[in-house]
């Protein structure tokens, strides 16, 4: 019964359309997407350290730009983490998450039996339409 209940969802996703941009995204857009999904989760708006978007390159020959946005958080618990992600997919289904790295914070101390806190590196993946204008005679 779960097998074809993923089965499904797995056909549907693949039969759904793929969200992309119009135009590339702001450093003030993405900060305010992370701070929703923050908010939304519970995590402290201050264990994200850095947003930073960087210019869209693009993809092979085609029509579309990619752009990539580093975020990092620190001393957040996985259950923090994969509720971040999932929010940040929620409020805006054109965003993926293309990477990530764990680190073990410095001095974290992991015989004390608390809940493990990691150092997270994210890379935020968006795709724009934007075709390229034929050359010029």
């Not at 929703?36 to 390159?57: C, F, N, Q, Y």
């Not at 996985?78 to 990530?100: N, P, T």
């Not at 974290?108 to 968006?126: H, I």
Request: with cysteine; proline share 5%.
């Amino acid at each position: 019964q779960e097998c074809q209940t993923l089965a499904t969802q797995i056909e549907n996703l693949r039969a759904a359309p793929v969200v992309v941009e119009e135009e590339a995204r702001t450093t003030a857009s993405f900060n305010r997407l992370c701070e929703s999904a923050a908010s939304t989760t519970g995590l402290k708006t201050d264990a994200i350290v850095e947003i930073v978007p960087s210019a869209p390159r693009r993809v092979n020959d085609t029509s579309y730009q990619e752009q990539v946005t580093s975020v990092e958080l620190r001393r957040v618990t996985l259950k923090q983490l994969v509720e971040f992600a999932l929010a940040i997919r929620r409020l805006d289904a054109g965003l993926h998450v293309s990477s990530l790295a764990l680190r073990v914070p410095q001095g974290e101390d992991k015989a004390n039996g608390s809940n493990e806190m990691w150092n997270v590196q994210l890379a935020l993946t968006t795709y724009i339409y934007a075709p390229k204008l034929p050359a010029s005679p």
